[in-house]
C-alpha cells in the first residue's frame, strides 16, 4: 500500500491532486483543516492536509489533465487519441415526463391528506404479518387453513409466481374472499372480478408517503442510505434534478460517501450538470457546518456511502453523522433485485439508522415483485420513491399503493 499526503486550499482540489497522483482507486484514510476555516472550511485561507492511500497493485493512473475532474463522459464515449475530453453529456431534461410526474405528485399530495390514518391501520396489518411470518420462521409451514375456492387459487399461484411469501399469499386470498363474500359474491364468482378485489386488498396493504415536503423558507434535509450499487446517487440526482428543474426549488447535495474517490465524482458529475453546489463532509462539523451553510436552500440531499456486512465500523460512522442531524427524513434504498432473505437481512442492518421511508429501484430490472411486500410486511415503514430506470431525471415515481399493487398482481395477459 502506498501511503502519501496533500495538501490543498479546498478539498475538491485535494481530491483532484489525489486522483491524479494515485489514480481512482486511492482512498482517504485522514482529512485535517489546517489554519483559518472559511464559511464551509473549503474557501478562505484553510488548507487541507489529506492522506490517501492505494493498493500497490492498483495500475497507475493514466495521466489526465486536471481540468477534466468531475467532467469525465462515461467511459464507453471516451476517445483515447481525443487531447480534449469530449464535453459531458448533455442533461436529460425532456420536461414531458416531469409534468406528467408533477400532475401526479399534486394528485397523490391531494389524495394523501388522510395518509397518516390509513398507514397507521396498514402498520397494524402488517404488524400481525410480521408475528405471523416470524411464527412460521420457528414452526414451519402450517396446513392452510382455508379451503380456497378456484379462482383464489388460481390467483394465490399468480402470488407465488410473482415470489409473494406464501403466507402473505395465503392471507391476502383470505382477505380478498372475505371482501368477496361482503360484497355478496359466491364461490364461483368471476375471475376478473376476483383479481380485482384482491388487487384492491393488496393495494391496502402497501404503506406509501407523501413526497419529501418542500416548504419556501424552510430546509428540508433527506438522506438515502442502503448497501453499495442499489442506486441511492443516481436516485439523489433524479430528486435534485425533480426539485430544482421542475418545482424550481434552491437545492444543495451533501455526500458522506468519500471513502472512494470515484463515488464523490459521480456525484459532482449531476451537480455540475444541474448546477446545484455539492459539500464534501468528511467530519460531523463539515456536515454541521454545511448545513448551516445551506440555510437558505429547500431541499439539501445527502448522498451516502454502502457498505458490506462486514463494514460496523462505516455504519456506526453514519450513524453519528446522521444523528446530527434531528429532523432528517432518512430514506432506506433497496434494489428490486435483491433476493428475499437479503433483503430482510439488509433491512435489520440498516435499522440503527432508523429510516423512515423506503425506496424501492431497479423496478425495470425484475419481473417478480412479491419481495416488496415481505419487505413492507418486515420493515414496516411507508414506500416513497420507485425507480424505474437508469436515465436522470425521467426513471423515478412517487411510489402508489396502486402502482405496487399493480405490479404484484397484474392484470392477466390477454385481459
Ligand atoms: N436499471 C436500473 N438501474 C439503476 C436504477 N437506479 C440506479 N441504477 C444503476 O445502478 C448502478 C449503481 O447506482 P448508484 O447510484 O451508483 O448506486 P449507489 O452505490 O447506491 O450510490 C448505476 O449503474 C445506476 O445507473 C434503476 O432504478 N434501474
Ligand atoms: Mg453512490
Known amino acids: 500500500m502506498r501511503v ?118 396498514i402498520l397494524r396489518e402488517l404488524d400481525q404479518m410480521k408475528a405471523l411470518l416470524s411464527r412460521i420462521q420457528r414452526q414451519g409451514m402450517p396446513a392452510a387453513q382455508v379451503q380456497l375456492p378456484t379462482t383464489l387459487l388460481e390467483l394465490y399461484g399468480d402470488l407465488i409466481a410473482n415470489d409473494v411469501d406464501a403466507m402473505i399469499a395465503l392471507r391476502l386470498c383470505e382477505y380478498t374472499q372475505r371482501s368477496l363474500m361482503e360484497e355478496g359474491d359466491g364461490a364461483d364468482v368471476n375471475p376478473e372480478r376476483a383479481r380485482l378485489f384482491m388487487k384492491r386488498v393488496i393495494a391496502n396493504f402497501i404503506p406509501v408517503a407523501p413526497p419529501i415536503q418542500l416548504e419556501p423558507g424552510k430546509l428540508q434535509v433527506a438522506a438515502l442510505v442502503g448497501p453499495t450499487g442499489v442506486g441511492k446517487t443516481t436516485t439523489i440526482a433524479k430528486l435534485a434534478s425533480f426539485a430544482k428543474l421542475e418545482l424550481q426549488q434552491k437545492v444543495a447535495l451533501v455526500t458522506l460517501d468519500t471513502f472512494r474517490l470515484a463515488a464523490v465524482d459521480q456525484l459532482q458529475q449531476y451537480a455540475q ?64 433485485t435483491t433476493k428475499p432473505k437479503d433483503l430482510a437481512d439488509i433491512a435489520a442492518r440498516f435499522e440503527p439508522l432508523k429510516p423512515s421511508r423506503l425506496i424501492f429501484t431497479k423496478l425495470d430490472e425484475t419481473s417478480t415483485y412479491g419481495p416488496i411486500l415481505s419487505t413492507l410486511a418486515r420493515v414496516k415503514r411507508p414506500l416513497s420513491y420507485l425507480g424505474t430506470g437508469q436515465e436522470v431525471p425521467q426513471d423515478l415515481e412517487l411510489a402508489t399503493s396502486r402502482r405496487v399493487a399493480d405490479l404484484i398482481l397484474p392484470a392477466q395477459e390477454g385481459s
Open 273 to 336: 450538470i444541474l448546477q446545484v453546489p455539492l459539500h464534501v463532509a468528511l467530519t460531523v462539523e463539515d456536515l454541521r457546518s454545511a448545513l448551516r451553510f445551506y440555510q437558505d436552500r429547500t431541499l439539501v440531499l445527502i448522498d451516502t456511502p454502502g457498505h458490506s456486512p462486514k463494514d460496523g465500523a462505516v455504519l456506526e460512522q453514519l450513524k453519528g453523522f446522521l444523528e446530527e442531524l434531528p429532523a432528517v427524513e432518512t430514506h432506506l434504498v433497496l434494489s428490486a
Open 4 to 121: 502519501k499526503t496533500f495538501e490543498a486550499a479546498s478539498m475538491q482540489e485535494a481530491l483532484s491532486v489525489i486522483k491524479r497522483e494515485m489514480g481512482e482507486e486511492a482512498f482517504i484514510l485522514s482529512t485535517k483543516t489546517k489554519q483559518g476555516k472559511g464559511p464551509l472550511g473549503l474557501g478562505g485561507d484553510a488548507m487541507i492536509e489529506v492522506t490517501a492511500a492505494v493498493d500497490e497493485a492498483t495500475p497507475p493512473p493514466p495521466p489526465a489533465p486536471s481540468a477534466t475532474y468531475g467532467l469525465r463522459p462515461p467511459l464507453a464515449n471516451r476517445t483515447p487519441e481525443a487531447s480534449v475530453p469530449p464535453p459531458p453529456p448533455a442533461p436529460s431534461v425532456d420536461l414531458q415526463p416531469l409534468r406528467r410526474e408533477l400532475l401526479e405528485i399534486k394528485g397523490a399530495v391531494e389524495a394523501l391528506k388522510d395518509q397518516e390514518t390509513r398507514n397507521a391501520s
